[in-house]
């Protein structure tokens, strides 16, 4: 007997919930959370430099997860949120 494994999911309603909008990027502090992935760090770069160009933001700190396959510690995560109004993570390739 053959066994097909679907590792697809359903979303079930009010699984996710979504981080307020700031109500303007002048002076925001942004974060950046590199995942590891070749690449992402000039993605990250790219994005904070139009960012800073375009909307006056200003960003604070940038970070690298120590793992790509895995989440970002919470030491981490708790750095980004005592510093950050907003985090971008990038995922490169």
Excluded: Y
Excluded at 52 to 78: N, W
């Amino acid at each position: 007997m053959i066994k097909i494994w679907d590792p697809s999911v359903t979303m079930q309603p009010g699984e996710l919930t979504f981080a307020k909008r700031l109500p303007d990027l002048r002076k925001a502090r942004l974060g950046l959370l590199d995942n590891g992935k070749r690449n992402s760090n000039h993605l990250l770069k790219f994005l904070s430099q139009r960012l800073e160009e375009a909307d006056g933001v200003v960003t604070t700190i940038s970070l690298m997860k120590p793992s790509i396959s895995a989440t970002a510690p919470e030491s981490q995560i708790e750095e980004l949120s005592k510093v950050c109004d907003f985090v971008i993570t990038g995922v490169g390739d």
